[in-house]
């Protein structure tokens, strides 16, 4: 009995080892980090003096300054993100990303910041869901019952928050200093709703979200968090364990941020779609940078509707003709996906529509052409329809999309 709890606890002490990061090289290390142009340098999770950049540099489709420095402040820093873990790098939709241990920073150009990405549900598309299981990290929900419905699916899963430890550290600013009007659906913009009901694993209750994944310890390990203690679980740095990011967005920097002193491998980093979908089953896209896309959209043109809030439009070719048989897909952040083919079902030549549903539909989309493989083939639409339809409001959007 002795040996068996002997071996059970050394079991326990490895998964959090991986779960927290207390391996060599990694977080226990912790050496120096300084400033450098534009942002800061952390060698915290390489060897050697290397590590990775985190600056303010570079500039998004619209021509403003990608600050992930100054976004890796805000949302709280080492604190709440830990240390990066990755390079920057070109994933879904030719959206710019950069790994933390704790999470995935998104750069946004519609809305000139960043935000988390859903990292959990990356895990889910790439089948890793095994993977997380064996070290404690909960299986999502298949379906919450809410078929789509944006509000009920909060109110669902909001009330899988049943750990009062848990449920007050996701309501909790992570850094008031700067996130003053801190409330549940900016809780929800950080780290999105959850995937799972809270559960016991060892010495601690984990909890499963879109964007991250808390673990409670309910018990007195030495050398780990205190009992009563929530702390995050490094999500990005098992995006690397598990293979779903690698290639050269995971080899580190040499000191200062400068070229590493062994050639990068070729390989390009592997993401899976940039939204979560625990509301609907979605083929996951391959992501592909925007420069190398086949398609292009124009600027939609936005309208006042009270009757039914919707996306359509045409795909047309370069001389501007409609084109028949194109995929065009659109979801939400909870996944709703829905694939409309260019002028099927005896529509007119070109035309491909995504109704959202009856009367006003708040809420942010996305849309991109896909390939019959589901590739993404355009830079990816994002959209926001408004709360009222009074003058100004934003129901219905048209948007083409024209080859290159």
Known sequence: ????????????????????????????????????TGGRFFTQTANGGNGFSVVDAGTDGNGQAIRFWAEFQRLGGVTTL????????????????????????QWRPERNGALLSNIFQWFQD????????????PEPIADDGSNGNYQAAVQTRIGWMTDPAIRRHFLSSPNAATIRNWNQDTAIELYGLPMSRPERSGPFIVQRFQRIAFQLWVEDVSGMPAKGSV?????????????IVGGNAIVAEGPGGTAPATAAPTS?????????????????????????????????????????????????DQAGSPVNGISVRSWNDWGNVFISGSGSGG????????????????????????????????????????DSCAEGGIQQIELDFIQN
């Open 231 to 243: 702390v995050g679980i490094l999500g990005g740095d098992l995006l690397k364990q598990s293979g």
């Open 268 to 316: 390009t980093p592997i993401a899976a779609a940039a939204t979560a979908t625990p509301v609907a089953t979605t083929t996951t896209a391959t992501p592909v940078p925007a420069a190398a896309t086949a398609w292009r959209f124009d600027a939609p043109k936005l309208y006042k509707n009270c009757g039914t809030t919707y996306v359509y439009g045409k795909v047309k």
């Open 347 to 386: 529509r007119e030549a070109g035309y491909w529509d995504r109704i959202i549903g009856s009367g006003v539909r708040a809420g942010t989309w996305y849309a991109a052409v896909i390939d019959g493989a589901g590739t993404i083939s355009s830079p990816v639409a994002v959209y926001t329809f408004t």
């Open 82 to 105: 830990g240390y990066p873990a990755s390079r920057r790098f070109v994933g879904s939709g030719g959206f710019t990303y950069q790994l933390f241990q704790r999470g995935a920073l």
């Open 126 to 137: 790439g089948n890793q869901d095994p993977f997380l299981k064996s070290l404690g990290v």
């Open 1 to 36: 009995m002795i040996r068996q709890r002997f071996r059970r606890a050394s079991a326990w002490l490895g998964v959090v080892a991986i779960l927290l990061g207390l391996l060599p090289g990694t977080v226990g290390a912790q050496p120096a980090d300084y400033a450098i």
